[in-house]
C-alpha cells in the first residue's frame, strides 16, 4: 500500500493553490508486448483492430494562448521566445490573423489524461533536478530543523585543489580550535577594499589578510585585529564574505551584527580528501544566479583552484566529502547519500510506476524510445518483447486550424496588434513540499520532505509524490483577471515579464487525429476522454496561463472508420477520393463498445487497493482517483476563486507550511473520498457511510475481492462479517491458526447464487 494523502485537512492547516494532483496509482496496468500489433499490416475488425480518424471541432471556453516559435531570423538575430508575443502560427503570410494550436500541444494533452486514465506509467519527472534544504531552519517546530542541525554540524575550511578531473579539499590550519573564524564586520575597518553589505555593489568576495587577537579594556572582550598587510600580524588567511543570515536592515545599528569569516592558511601537515563526484554533479547541476555572479565561475561556481572552501568531514567510515559549498552555511541537498545521490522529486515515484520495461497503454498507443543510445533502439519483435527499445505510436494528430476567417474579431484585447502583459507565473516549486508531496500528518513538525525515507522496490517508504499536476478551470475569465495592471510592478521586475496575444473564448478549431491498428481498449482510451470534452460539465486544459484561469477548452468529435480493403480497391469515388469511410451505420455502437472495452480492462486489472472502499469498481468514474481528475476537470462548478489562488509571501500564509488538501476536500465534497486504505493517522476521522449493499450485488462476480472481517473461529472454521453485515462461514483449513476474531481482513468471493448474491468466500492473501 502506497502512503495515502490527508482526506480531511483542518481548517487551520489548508493551502491554497491554483493547482492540485490526481494521485498516484498503486501499480500500473500492463500491457503485454506480444499482443501489439505488427506495423507493416493492416488488421480487419474482426481481430477487435481498428483505423480510421476522429473529426474534432475545439472551441475556446476561456482566453488561450500558445507562443509561437522563433524564426531562423530571429534565432540567428539572438531573440527570446518571452519576447515574441504572437499567438503560434505555421504560414509566414497568415502570421497576423491566423492562429493554429500545434498537433504536438494536442498530443500532449491527450497522452496526459490517458495517462491517468489507464493507469499508465508517470515517466514526465526529471531525475537530474536535485532539491537543497532552503531554509537552516531554525525553529524547532519545523520539520526541517533537526535534518539540516544534524549534517552541518561538523563544517570545516580548507582550499581547493585539482587533479586533473578530480577535486580534493586541502584543510585549513586549526585556530582556537577551529578552521574558520567569524567575524563582525565592524572589525574590518583597515580592510579598504572591502564591499560592505549595505552597499550597492555588495558581492561575494575573497580578500588575503592576516589576522591576530588583541584585547579590549573597554568593553572587556578579544577582539580580532585584520589587515590586507600580511606581515602585520602572525596568522594569514582568506576572509570570505557572503550573503547576511542574520539581519537585513540597512541601519548602522544593525551593520555591526553582520559576520563575515576568515580562513585561515592551508594546513600542509594533513592530507587532502577527495571531493565525491557525484556531489560535483549535483553541486554545477543546481547553481543558483548568486553561484554564477563574480568572481564565482558561471558554470562552476565555487569551483576553482585555490579558492576557499567550507565541507562537512565525511562520516561514518567514508572517505570522500559530499557535502559543500563557498559559506559555511552552505545549501545541503536532501538525503545526499541515499545511494550516493541527491534526491529528486523522480526518487519519491515508487519503482513500480516509474521509468520501467513494462509497457502500459500510453506506450502501446503513443509509441516510446526507451534509451537515446542508437545501439540500443531495436525493433520489435514478437519473439524477444524484452529486447523491445522503441516502438513508433500509432495515433496522429493534426493541427487545429482556425475556422473563422480572417475579418472575425477573435483576440482578447480586440486588435491582433495589442498584446497584454499577463501577471507572473513562475516555475513549479516542487520544492514546497507541503504541496507536493503526500502527507500523512498536518502538524508541521511532522511534514515529511525531501529528506524523508523514499520509496524503495520492497518499502513504500514514509512519503511519495502526490501524482499528476492539474489545475482548476475559473469562471467568466477575462483580460483584467490575466493582465498585470501596476505599471510599477512591470517597470522594476520587467525581465520577469513577457507579453502575449491571446485569443478570447468562442474561438473555433477543427483537426483530425488519426488512428491506425488500435485496438478496442486503446481506442475506448481515446474515445473515453473525449466524451469527457464533450460533456457540459467538464473542459480540458491547453496552452499558457492555467493558473489564471485560461486554456479552457471544450472538444466535439465523430468517429470514422476506415474500413482499408475499400479504401484500396480502387482510386475514386465518384468525383471524389475512395477513403473507406463510407458506411459509417454501426460507429456510434462500436465506439461506445471500445468505451465499453477499455473500462472493464481498467478495472479489472487495478492494484486492490485502487478500488473504492466496499466495493470493486465496474465503470471507471467508480475509482476514486479518476473521480479525483473529474473534479479537476469541472469547469461548470469549479471551487470559489479564494480557495484556488496563490498564497502570498507578504502575508506570511507560507510560514507555517499548510498542507494542500486532496480536490475532494476543495470541492468542498471529503465524504466522496472513499479510498479502499485509510492512513492511519486518518482512522479517527468520521469515515465515509457505504453504499446501499442492495445496489451493490448486482456487482459481485467471482473473484471480487472484498473488505471483511473476523467474526468467529471455531476449529477451521471461520465466519467473516462483509461490510454491509452478511456473514459467511468457511473452513480455512491453512489460514484459521494466524487469524484473530476482529482482525480486519480481505475475502475473495469464490461462488454466487443464482440471484447474484455471495455463498461463499475465502481468505484472501
Same mark, same amino acid.
Given at each position: 500500500m502506497l502512503p495515502r494523502h490527508l482526506n480531511n485537512v483542518p481548517e487551520n492547516r489548508k493551502a491554497k493553490a491554483p493547482y492540485n494532483f490526481v494521485e498516484l496509482p498503486n501499480d500500473i496496468v500492463k500491457v503485454e508486448p506480444k499482443s501489439l500489433p505488427q506495423h507493416n499490416v493492416y488488421y480487419p475488425e474482426s481481430e477487435n483492430r481498428y483505423t480510421g480518424r476522429i473529426k474534432c471541432t475545439l472551441t475556446t471556453e476561456s482566453p488561450l494562448y500558445i507562443r509561437c516559435g522563433l524564426t531562423k531570423e530571429e534565432f540567428a538575430c539572438g531573440a527570446e521566445s518571452k519576447d515574441l508575443p504572437n499567438f503560434f502560427y505555421t504560414g509566414i503570410a497568415d502570421k497576423p490573423r491566423k492562429p493554429v494550436i500545434p498537433g504536438s500541444s494536442l498530443r500532449g494533452m491527450l497522452r496526459n489524461l490517458i495517462e491517468i486514465i489507464s493507469f499508465s506509467k508517470i515517466e514526465a519527472v526529471s531525475d537530474q533536478q536535485h532539491f537543497f534544504f532552503r531554509a537552516v531552519a531554525a525553529k524547532k517546530d519545523d520539520p526541517l530543523g533537526n535534518e539540516y542541525r544534524k549534517l552541518v554540524k561538523n563544517v570545516k575550511a580548507g582550499y581547493l585543489v585539482r587533479k586533473g578531473s578530480n577535486w580534493y579539499v586541502q584543510p585549513a590550519k586549526t585556530i582556537d580550535k577551529s578552521s574558520f573564524i567569524w567575524v563582525k564586520e565592524r572589525d574590518l575597518s583597515k580592510i579598504q577594499t572591502l564591499i560592505k553589505m549595505n552597499q550597492r555593489e555588495y558581492r561575494p568576495q575573497y580578500i588575503n589578510v592576516s589576522f591576530g587577537?588583541?584585547?579590549?579594556? $573597554?568593553?572587556r572582550r578579544f577582539t580580532k585585529q585584520v589587515s590586507a598587510n600580511k606581515n602585520l600580524y602572525p596568522n594569514l588567511g582568506v576572509i570570505v564574505t557572503s550573503g547576511n543570515m542574520l539581519e537585513s536592515s540597512d541601519s548602522s545599528e544593525n551593520l555591526y551584527r553582520r559576520n563575515h569569516c576568515i580562513v585561515p592558511e592551508i594546513n600542509n601537515d594533513v592530507d587532502n580528501i577527495k571531493i565525491n563526484d557525484d556531489a560535483i554533479q549535483h553541486y554545477r547541476s543546481a547553481l543558483t544566479d548568486f553561484q554564477k555572479q563574480e568572481p564565482f565561475d558561471q558554470d562552476f561556481g565555487v569551483l576553482e583552484a585555490g579558492r576557499p572552501i567550507f565541507y562537512c568531514e565525511p562520516q561514518?567510515?567514508?572517505?570522500?566529502?559530499?557535502?559543500?559549498?563557498?559559506?559555511? *552555511?552552505?545549501?545541503?541537498?536532501?538525503?545526499?547519500?541515499?545511494?550516493?545521490?541527491? !534526491?529528486? !522529486?523522480?526518487?519519491?515515484?515508487?519503482?513500480?510506476?516509474?521509468? $520501467? @520495461?513494462?509497457f502500459d497503454l500510453a506506450d502501446s498507443i503513443f509509441g516510446f524510445i526507451r534509451h537515446q543510445d542508437k545501439d540500443l533502439q531495436e525493433n520489435y519483435d514478437a519473439e524477444n518483447s524484452e529486447k523491445l527499445k522503441a516502438l513508433a505510436g500509432r495515433i496522429f494528430i493534426e493541427n487545429g486550424i482556425c475556422e473563422q476567417t480572417v475579418n472575425d474579431d477573435i483576440w482578447l484585447t480586440g486588435d491582433v496588434e495589442n498584446p497584454i502583459t499577463p501577471k507572473i507565473l513562475s516555475n513549479p516549486k516542487p520544492t514546497t513540499f507541503q504541496h507536493y508531496l503526500v502527507q500523512t500528518s498536518s502538524e508541521k513538525i511532522q511534514l515529511k520532505h525531501y529528506a524523508s525515507k523514499a520509496p524503495q522496490e520492497t518499502n513504500?517508504?514514509?512519503?511519495?509524490?502526490?501524482?499528476?499536476?492539474?489545475?482548476?478551470?475559473?469562471?467568466?475569465?477575462?483580460?483584467?483577471?490575466? @493582465?498585470?495592471?501596476?505599471?510599477?510592478?512591470?517597470?522594476?521586475?520587467?525581465?520577469?515579464?513577457?507579453?502575449?496575444?491571446?485569443?478570447?473564448?468562442?474561438?473555433?478549431?477543427?483537426?483530425?487525429?488519426?488512428? @491506425? =491498428?488500435?485496438?478496442?481498449?486503446?481506442?475506448?482510451?481515446?474515445?473515453?476522454?473525449?466524451?469527457?470534452?464533450?460533456d457540459p460539465k467538464y473542459c480540458l486544459s491547453l496552452g499558457m496561463g492555467k493558473p489564471l484561469g485560461m486554456g479552457a477548452v471544450k472538444i466535439e468529435h465523430q468517429v470514422l472508420l476506415n474500413t482499408r480493403s475499400e479504401r484500396y480497391s480502387g482510386l475514386f469515388n465518384g468525383n471524389q477520393w475512395l477513403t473507406g469511410e463510407t458506411n459509417q451505420s454501426n460507429t456510434a455502437s462500436k465506439s461506445e463498445a471500445c468505451i465499453n472495452a477499455f473500462e472493464k480492462y481498467i478495472t479489472d486489472n487495478i492494484h486492490p487497493d485502487d478500488h473504492p472502499e466496499g466495493y470493486n469498481a465496474v465503470k471507471l468514474c467508480e475509482i476514486p482517483r479518476i473521480q479525483m481528475l473529474l473534479l479537476m476537470l469541472r469547469c461548470d462548478k469549479p471551487p470559489s476563486a479564494n480557495d484556488t489562488r496563490y498564497m502570498t509571501i507578504d502575508?506570511?500564509?507560507y510560514v507555517n507550511r499548510p498542507v494542500l488538501p486532496t480536490p475532494f476536500q476543495v470541492m468542498?465534497?471529503?465524504?466522496?473520498?472513499?479510498?479502499?486504505?485509510? *492512513?492511519?493517522? *486518518?482512522?479517527?476521522?468520521?469515515?465515509?457511510?457505504?453504499?446501499?449493499? !442492495?445496489?451493490?450485488?448486482?456487482?459481485?462476480? @467471482?473473484?471480487?475481492?472484498?473488505?471483511?472481517?473476523?467474526? =468467529?473461529?471455531?476449529g477451521v472454521e471461520v465466519t467473516y462479517q462483509l461490510l454491509d453485515g452478511t456473514k459467511k462461514t468457511t473452513k480455512e483449513h491453512k489460514k484459521a491458526a494466524f487469524l484473530e476474531e476482529g482482525q480486519d481482513v480481505k475475502v475473495r468471493i469464490t461462488a454466487l447464487k443464482d440471484d447474484g448474491s455471495i455463498k461463499n468466500v475465502k481468505y484472501h492473501e
Open positions: 587577537d588583541t584585547f579590549l579594556k $573597554s568593553p561514518n567510515g567514508q572517505t570522500e566529502v559530499t557535502l559543500f559549498g563557498h559559506c559555511p *552555511n552552505f545549501r545541503i541537498p536532501y538525503s545526499p547519500l541515499r545511494d550516493g545521490k541527491a !534526491a529528486s !522529486a523522480f526518487d519519491f515515484i515508487p519503482q513500480s510506476i516509474r521509468k $520501467s @520495461e513494462k513504500p517508504g514514509e512519503t511519495i509524490i502526490r501524482g499528476h499536476k492539474l489545475y482548476w478551470h475559473k469562471p467568466n475569465v477575462k483580460q483584467e483577471d490575466i @493582465e498585470e495592471a501596476d505599471t510599477d510592478k512591470i517597470k522594476k521586475a520587467n525581465s520577469q515579464y513577457t507579453q502575449i496575444k491571446p485569443i478570447k473564448p468562442g474561438v473555433i478549431f477543427k483537426f483530425n487525429i488519426h488512428f @491506425e =491498428n488500435l485496438s478496442n481498449i486503446e481506442l475506448g482510451a481515446i474515445l473515453w476522454i473525449l466524451k469527457i470534452a464533450a502575508t506570511k500564509e468542498g465534497v471529503p465524504e466522496q473520498d472513499k479510498r479502499r486504505v485509510r *492512513n492511519i493517522t *486518518n482512522r479517527d476521522l468520521p469515515k465515509p457511510k457505504k453504499e446501499n449493499p !442492495a445496489k451493490l450485488s448486482q456487482k459481485f462476480v @467471482e473473484g471480487q475481492i472484498l473488505d471483511a472481517k473476523v467474526s =468467529n473461529i471455531k
